[in-house]
């Protein structure tokens, strides 16, 4: 889905590696291409239109992850919001709800929650800062 052929279309290179063997204890935030052999453990977020995350079938993420595109092959204990492009590999294990524009999914991928199509962009997915932002305005 986002190899090399079709990064003409505006999908980022990878630009980060987290390799196998290296844990992450905390929130990453990141732009561009982001390619995850390691674990994370708390929240993965991106920035940008074109910003896309690989998970390697070695690859782990504990917690809610927020990305533009993504191609998922290892395990995600946690909510998953693609604004984009999201495709599950056939080793994709996914523990947590799924909101996605486009899906690609490929025999033996799993998903253990619900699995929501959002026509919104990922800006309108996000939660709100306050309570303000979703209660309606007093007259």
């Known amino acids: 889905m986002f190899r090399n052929d079709k990064r003409g279309r505006g999908v980022a290179a990878i630009s980060t590696l987290i390799a196998e063997g290296t844990t992450i204890r905390g929130d990453v935030h990141f732009t561009g291409g982001l390619h995850l052999d390691g674990l994370v453990q708390g929240a993965l977020s991106a920035e940008g239109a074109d910003a896309v995350l690989t998970l390697s079938e070695k690859g782990r993420i504990d917690g809610e992850v927020r990305v533009s595109n993504a191609v998922i092959n290892g395990s995600v204990h946690g909510d998953v919001f693609v604004a984009e492009r999201l495709e599950l590999a056939a080793h994709a294990r996914v523990e947590g709800n799924v909101h996605y524009k ?27 800062e306050s309570m303000a932002d979703i209660l309606p305005a007093e007259a």
Do not use: F, I, T
């Open 102 to 128: 486009v899906l690609e999914m490929a025999a033996g991928a799993q998903v253990n929650g619900r699995m929501l199509h959002q026509a919104e962009p990922l800006q309108r997915l996000a939660p709100p």
